[in-house]
T-cell receptor, first 111, second 116 residues
Framework: LAKTTQPISMDSYEGQEVNITCSHN???????ITWYQQFPSQGPRFIIQ???TKVTNEVASLFIPADRKSSTLSLPRVSLSDTAVYYCLVGDGRRDDKIIFGKGTRLHILP | DAGVIQSPRHEVTEMGQEVTLRCKPISGHDYLFWYRQTMMRGLELLIYFNNNVPIDDSGMPEDRFSAKMPNASFSTLKIQPSEPRDSAVYFC??????????????FGPGTRLTVL
């Protein structure tokens, strides 16, 4: 499984766009990039997944450059309720039976 | 679907006592995972099952921990005897492996265990 590196913590203010970057230099050809979000006192939940270029859903956007060695999760106009831990994971759902969560990025939104 | 169900939500016990955590995965999911989360170590995978069979238990910290999955709709994680360092939030998650690389795990609400 490819190792990922992401910042331990980030602070931002309400209404701002937040970008969290994850490095995955050893990503394999068939690996997808997945982000999970964990609110306090809850289990992680899937928010977005992508393979290359850009993916957007109602929650976030995921930007993946051509070399795929990094990815950026973008949260538009954050609110206090976006305070959570965000995990970046890399793997192939067809091959990898388990997903390894790291420490994630603790995002703190300030009023 | 009700999602992944875990019980109890909170458990407080004394050192040396046996603790049993329970999980009901989402119907139709063929993989079940047990995780432990602490501030120091983050989210750790303890063990996972495929079609009720344990596949990888390399994350189980020691022999005091055991997990079973007697059928597709029920799993238990048992700690005996419990120790204060076992205090953590224990999550159960399930997923259905498909033919694509898309693989989303669905997590339960967790059981907060406190061992005094």
């Amino acid at each position: 499984l490819a190792k990922t590196t992401q910042p331990i913590s980030m602070d931002s203010y309400e209404g701002q766009e937040v970008n969290i970057t994850c490095s995955h230099n050893n990503i394999a050809t068939n690996d997808y990039i997945t982000w999970y979000q964990q609110f306090p006192s809850q289990g992680p939940r899937f928010i977005i997944q992508g393979y290359k270029t850009k993916v957007t859903n109602e929650v976030a956007s995921l930007f993946i450059p051509a070399d795929r060695k990094s990815s950026t999760l973008s949260l538009p106009r954050v609110s206090l309720s976006d305070t959570a831990v965000y995990y970046c994971l890399v793997g192939d759902g067809r091959r990898d039976d388990k997903i390894i969560f790291g420490k994630g990025t603790r995002l703190h939104i300030l009023p | 679907d009700a999602g992944v169900i875990q019980s109890p939500r909170h458990e407080v016990t004394e050192m040396g006592q046996e603790v049993t955590l329970r999980c009901k995965p989402i119907s139709g999911h063929d993989y079940l995972f047990w995780y432990r989360q602490t501030m120091m170590r983050g989210l750790e995978l303890l063990i996972y099952f495929n079609n009720n069979v344990p596949i990888d238990d390399s994350g189980m910290p020691e022999d005091r921990f055991s997990a079973k999955m007697p059928n597709a709709s029920f799993s238990t994680l048992k700690i005996q005897p419990s120790e204060p360092r076992d205090s953590a939030v224990y999550f159960c998650a399930s997923t259905r492996r498909g033919l694509s690389s898309y693989n989303e795990q669905f997590f339960g609400p967790g059981t907060r265990l406190t061992v005094l």
